[in-house]
Structure formats: C-alpha cells, structure tokens
C-alpha cells in the first residue's frame, strides 16, 4: 500500500497559478499509474488528470486540459499538478491517488491521500 501525502494548495486569485504535490510512502510510485482528482463542495469526486507509470502518457479532463500539467519524478516519489490560469471553478480539495493503469475514471484510482485545498477567488 501507498501512503499519499498532498501539499502546495492555497488561496489565489482568478487568473493565477499554483503547484501541487504529491509525496509518496511505504512503496514506489513506479508501479502505479497516478492521478489528480478533486472534489468541490456538494459535488462528486471528479478526475482532473493522469499519468501513465513512465511519465510518457497523461491525460486530462477537458475542463483543465491546457491549463494543467501533470508530471512525476519516480525517483523522488513524487507526482505534481502544474495548475495555471485558475479559475473560481477550480475551487476544491484536490487529491492524488494511484491506478493499476491510466484511467480517468475515478473509481480506478486507490490509496487516496487526505488533499489539499485550492482556493481561487474571482
């Protein structure tokens, strides 16, 4: 199993950028595919973006393709979500999680971390 642990979430103001963080425990991350998802309030978890095991392939909700980007170091652990021109849409807490292979759909992804909350003030 993988402990997750995310961070670099805050407030910002619409039009802005932030970057997040994923640190992983306990196992490497270079037998998962990974992924971001987040969940705003009174809303269902979503899938915002995915990473194959090698870091060739990602994918991303069309809500935030060419905004965010998606990268790992398999060395360090470490999955991150590059996240700019920010929208108050992408209010949420944002997680990362692994998958057995790249999906976005987010009942494939497991060993959620506790989130980071983005904040994005219009």
């Known amino acids: 199993q993988v402990q997750l642990v995310e961070s670099g979430g805050g407030l910002v103001q619409a039009g802005g950028s932030l970057s997040l963080s994923c640190t992983a425990a306990g196992r490497s991350i270079r037998d998962y595919s990974m992924g971001w998802l987040r969940q705003a309030p009174g809303k269902e978890r979503e899938f915002v973006s995915g990473?194959?095991?090698?870091?060739?392939?990602?994918i991303y909700a069309a809500s935030v393709k060419g905004r965010f980007t998606i990268s790992r170091d398999n060395a360090k652990n470490t999955v991150s979500l590059q996240m700019n021109t920010l929208k108050s849409e992408d209010t949420a807490v944002y997680y990362c999680?692994?998958?057995?292979?790249?999906?976005?759909?987010?009942?494939?992804?497991?060993?959620w971390g506790q989130g980071t909350q983005v904040t994005v003030s219009s």
């Open positions: 990473i194959s095991m090698s870091g060739a392939y990602a």
């Open positions: 999680a692994t998958a057995p292979a790249l999906s976005d759909d987010v009942d494939a992804y497991n060993d």
